[in-house]
C-alpha cells in the first residue's frame, strides 16, 4: 500500500507559476514513476507529466517548456513546478505512483488559472 499526501496549488494569474509537491510513503521497493495528471471540468483525467525513480523524466506537450518535474528533496517526493500559467491550465492535479500493475492516486489539488 502506498499514500500520496499532495501540496501546493491555488489560485493564479495567468502567466503566474505554482509548484506542486507530492510525498508518497509505504512499502515502496525498487523501480516505480510518479507523475501527474490533471483533470478539468467536463474533461477527462490526463497526463502531464511522470519520471521515474531512476530521475527521467517524461513530458505531454502541454507540459514542454512550460513544466519541470522533479525527484523531491526527500526520498519518494516528486514535484511539479509550473510556469506561464494559462487559464487552460485550471484542473485539478493529481499526483500518481506506479509499479509495474500497481497504481495510487492522490486526492487532488485544485489549479485555477484566473485573471
Known amino acids: 500500500q502506498v499514500q500520496l499526501v499532495e501540496s501546493g496549488g491555488g489560485l493564479v494569474q495567468p502567466g503566474g507559476s505554482l509548484r506542486l509537491s507530492c510525498a508518497a510513503s509505504?512499502?515502496?521497493?525498487?523501480?516505480?514513476?510518479m507523475g501527474w495528471y490533471r483533470q478539468a471540468p467536463g474533461k477527462q483525467r490526463e497526463l502531464v507529466a511522470t519520471i521515474t525513480s531512476r530521475g527521467f523524466p517524461n513530458y505531454t506537450d502541454s507540459a514542454k517548456g512550460r513544466f519541470t518535474i522533479s525527484r523531491g528533496n526527500a526520498e519518494n517526493a516528486v514535484g511539479l513546478q509550473m510556469n506561464n500559467l494559462k487559464p487552460d491550465d485550471t484542473a485539478v492535479y493529481y499526483c500518481n505512483w506506479r509499479q509495474y500493475s500497481s497504481e495510487y492516486w492522490g486526492q487532488g489539488t485544485q489549479v485555477t488559472v484566473s485573471s
Open positions: 509505504g512499502t515502496i521497493v525498487g523501480f516505480y514513476s
